[in-house]
């Protein structure tokens, strides 16, 4: 995404929308950290074309209760959005992140009802080389096609 130095999400939203012609009914969504957030609120806010068959969240945060301020990547109240546009919700978090506090899960959880979760542990940030748990559910949801 552009300027992840100095990230805006009005900039990664510019960007996304280049790349929303080319999805097909089906499209899997995979965001991690902000880039997860970018997803939330982008689905919270716009309707896409398509169908979303799975939407992935890896360590994402929900709100501004950590060290670091989101800015306008803040999420609105309500993401019916995503359950609206989206037929299956993953949310992937590691107990050990020092990042994204862990409690974000339960937090997306409450929001988006019927989203399935991985909990992990010694993943950190997932600065990890392979994270074979969501490499599986991704060749689950494909075959099922």
């Known amino acids: 995404m552009p300027n ?8 990664w939203e510019a960007w996304f929308d280049r790349y929303v012609p080319l999805f097909r009914d089906g499209v899997i969504l995979v965001g991690s950290s902000l880039g997860g957030m970018f997803l939330a609120k982008y689905l919270s806010t716009w309707t896409l074309p398509v169908k979303v068959r799975l939407l992935v969240l890896v360590a994402a945060p929900f709100d501004d209760e950590s060290e670091y301020t989101l800015g306008d990547f803040r999420l609105p109240e309500n993401l019916d959005g995503i359950v609206r546009q989206t037929e299956q919700i993953l949310l992937c978090y590691s107990k050990d992140d020092p ?6 899960l339960e937090k997306y959880s409450h929001a988006l009802s019927g989203a399935e979760a991985i909990v992990v542990e010694g993943f950190g940030h997932f600065a990890v080389a392979s994270f074979p748990e969501l490499v599986e559910r991704l060749e689950t949801v494909i075959s099922e096609g």
């Open 4 to 11: 992840k130095l100095d990230a805006r999400h009005t900039e």
């Open 99 to 104: 990042v994204v506090r862990f409690a974000e």
